[in-house]
C-alpha cells in the first residue's frame, strides 16, 4: 500500500516555472514506478511524465518534452515535476501515481496504476 500527497501546485504566468512534489508512504517507495497525470476541466486525465523505479528510464508526454523534467529522491521517497515554459493550456490538476512495475504499452494509460493522489491544482494565466 502507498500513499501520495501532493505539493507545489499554485498560479503563475505564462512562461513561468513550478515545481511539484509527491511525496510517497511507506518503506518500498523505490521498487515503484512513478508518474505524473493531469486533468482538465471538462477533459479526460491524461498522461504527462514517467520515472520507472531508479530513475533510469523516463517518458513524457509530446506536449511536454523539452519543457518539463520528472525526478525522484528514493531516499526521501519523493517524486519531482519541474515545470518550465509553462503555458496557459496546461492548467489542470495534476495527479501523481505509483505502480509496482508498468508495461511499455500501458505507460500512458490511467488504468495502468495503482495508487493515486488527490490532486494539486497548476492554474497558468495568459
Known amino acids: 500500500q502507498v500513499q501520495l500527497v501532493e505539493s507545489g501546485g499554485g498560479l503563475v504566468q505564462a512562461g513561468g516555472s513550478l515545481r511539484l512534489s509527491c511525496a510517497a508512504s511507506?518503506?518500498?517507495?523505490?521498487?515503484?514506478?512513478m508518474a505524473w497525470f493531469r486533468q482538465a476541466p471538462g477533459k479526460e486525465r491524461e498522461f504527462v511524465a514517467l520515472?520507472?523505479?531508479?530513475?533510469?528510464?523516463?517518458s513524457y508526454a509530446d506536449s511536454v518534452k523539452g519543457r518539463f523534467t520528472i525526478t525522484r529522491d528514493n531516499a526521501k521517497n519523493t517524486v519531482y515535476l519541474q515545470m518550465d515554459s509553462l503555458k496557459f493550456e496546461n492548467t489542470a490538476i495534476y495527479y501523481c501515481?505509483?505502480?509496482?512495475?508498468?508495461?511499455?504499452?500501458?505507460?500512458?494509460?490511467?488504468?495502468?496504476?495503482?495508487?493515486w493522489g488527490q490532486g494539486t491544482q497548476v492554474t497558468v494565466s495568459s
Open positions: 511507506g518503506r518500498t517507495f523505490n521498487s515503484y514506478d
Open positions: 520515472i520507472t523505479t531508479r530513475g533510469g528510464f523516463t
Open positions: 501515481t505509483a505502480t509496482p512495475s508498468v508495461y511499455t504499452t500501458q505507460v500512458t494509460k490511467a488504468r495502468a496504476y495503482d495508487y
